[in-house]
Nanobody, 118 residues
Framework: EVQLVESGGGLVQAGGSLRLSCEAS????????IGWFRQAPGKELEGVSC????????YYSDSVKGRFTISSDNAKNTMYLQMSSLKPEDTAVYYC???????????WGQGTQVTVSS
């Protein structure tokens, strides 16, 4: 059984930082594309960042580029999202996801809430 478990969310003031973690079991990160999505209240799901665990290439949405950093530790089957210079508009539930094609992930975590106060 594949499980993705996020942690690290919380409440932070604007300008602050948080690091999200996503630990996987039942699947090897090296075999899949992995990434982070988020959904703010009343808004559609948004792709935030993804990473190719084989060569480290990554993608960021324009809204987080320069502020967020994605990384993975394949030995620990864990993915991270370092979020800096947080803004109130970053408030959302953040989900990690994995699959052969990250645009249509097969597996999702339960989500972790990030709230940025102004």
């Amino acid at each position: 059984e594949v499980q993705l478990v996020e942690s690290g969310g919380g409440l932070v003031q604007a300008g602050g930082s948080l690091r999200l973690s996503c630990e996987a079991s039942g699947v090897s990160f090296g075999d899949y594309s992995i990434g982070w999505f988020r959904q703010a209240p009343g808004k559609e799901l948004e792709g935030v960042s993804c990473i190719n665990t084989r060569d480290g290439t990554n993608y960021y949405s324009d809204s987080v580029k320069g502020r967020f950093t994605i990384s993975s530790d394949n030995a620990k089957n864990t993915m991270y999202l370092q979020m800096s210079s947080l803004k109130p508009e970053d408030t959302a539930v953040y989900y990690c996801a994995a699959g052969p094609n990250i645009r249509t992930p097969n597996y999702w975590g339960q989500g972790t809430q990030v709230t940025v106060s102004s």
